[in-house]
């Protein structure tokens, strides 16, 4: 028979990931073990006075009375992760982005969690960086909270990195500095697409901060999903809704 969560379990886990701490650091500063930790956010068990006012020390006073946020929470665990391992490595934002080879752009949005889902590539030259992993667990929520059913995984890179340009087919989305979408697009090779954007007059921070994109193979597909983004948007895409630089497929 499945366990129900408690609620002091769900701010516990919640707590958790708002401070990046995986299971194991927890039960190390608090001095239980791992399963402790997994039975409290169960709701297998509960923890005591004494371990309740150890945990608000280490998470944070009002840490009991959180509760779960879904993507919001997903993405700010990441956020939390990496600044918590930039200032354990006792490196700037310049810094980590020197050593790991991103822009230094990419690590500001993901420490203000406007970028949700880093690509793959970015989050291992990250954890090389600092030494330090991001938790597979954290992981797996992060991709869940990115995932649109149907469509697929939304990862999010710097569009002014030509580095970290994604190769593969899909549709794209270019962010301004206020986070609003304002340009939906779809190609074969989005790198390629985006190399076609570059010498455009729009074609610039604040307009274009960041982006994501999902990987979509079949063309069709591509086109459809484009056409409903772009409808779903509407005025806040304020770069293409009026057909400007309309996609031509590769």
Do not use: C
Request: aromatic content about 6%.
């Amino acid at each position: 028979m499945k366990s129900k969560t408690s609620g002091i379990g769900d701010a516990i886990r919640a707590a958790r990931k708002q401070n990046a701490l995986s299971q194991k650091e927890l039960a190390t500063k608090l001095g239980v073990t791992q399963a402790t930790i997994s039975n409290w956010e169960v709701g297998k068990a509960e923890p005591d006075a004494e371990q309740r006012e150890k945990l608000q020390t280490i998470l944070g006073a009002d840490a009991l009375s959180q509760k779960v946020t879904g993507q919001q929470d997903a993405s700010s665990v990441l956020a939390a992760w990496l600044s918590k391992a930039r200032q354990e490595a006792r490196m700037t934002v310049a810094q980590v982005a020197e050593k790991a080879n991103v822009s230094v752009p990419t690590l500001y949005n993901i420490e203000a969690g406007r970028a949700q889902n880093p690509r793959r590539r970015t989050m291992e030259l990250l954890e090389k960086a600092l030494g330090k992993k991001f938790e597979q667990e954290f992981q797996e929520e992060v991709r869940k909270a990115s995932t649109i059913e149907g469509i697929g995984e939304f990862q999010d890179f710097d569009p002014h990195d030509e580095t970290d340009w994604p190769s593969e087919a899909g549709i794209y989305v270019f962010y301004d500095i206020s986070d609003r979408p304002v340009y939906v697009g779809m190609s074969g090779s989005i790198s390629g697409r985006i190399r076609e954007h570059n010498d455009r007059f729009w074609f610039k921070r604040p307009i274009v901060e960041r982006a994501s994109y999902v990987p979509v193979k079949d063309k069709k597909l591509r086109k459809q999903i484009e056409t409903i983004l772009i409808k779903f948007l509407k005025s806040n895409a304020i770069i293409n809704k009026q057909g400007v630089e309309r996609e031509k497929e590769e």
